[in-house]
């Protein structure tokens, strides 16, 4: 059986992100982000937002946590998860992104700007490990 789940979304926060903690410790921060789409229909341009409730776990959503804010542009790589409850004897389910790899895009009132910091300039220091 082939099995492939994978997404990349590049949009907007639409509200600070969220940080708990599982009774086991780690660490759990969700937040939403807004995605514009355009298309042309009857030669007319017209534009959509789509809504994605995006999860991040551990290390990765601490630092979501810290440093991103409503509004903050940002690129996501993750999983598509679909969680199944029941609310009231009716039975409910949402998808959400599960973020592997979140880039923090632009400059933000968070971010500090220097190399190695979010929001800054991304360092590469295995080139300088290579033994040949």
């Known amino acids: 059986m082939v099995a492939f789940n994978r997404v990349i979304l590049a949009g907007n ?35 959509e937002v789509s809504y994605f409730d995006i999860v991040a776990f551990g290390k990765l ?14 690129l996501v790589e993750g999983r598509l998860r679909q969680r199944r409850w029941e609310s009231e004897g009716t039975k409910r ?9 979140i880039q923090f895009l632009g400059g933000g009132p968070k971010s500090g700007g220097s190399e190695g910091e979010p929001g800054g300039t991304p360092t590469d220091t295995q080139e300088d490990d290579i033994p040949f």
């Open 13 to 47: 926060l639409v509200r600070d992100p969220e940080i708990r903690y599982l009774p086991s410790g780690l660490s759990v921060t969700s937040f939403a982000i807004a995605v514009n789409s355009r298309y042309r229909q009857n030669n007319e341009l017209k534009e």
């Open 61 to 74: 959503g601490e630092t979501c946590a810290e440093y991103l804010s409503k509004g903050r542009p940002v």
């Open 93 to 101: 389910s949402k998808i959400e992104v599960v973020a592997g790899g």
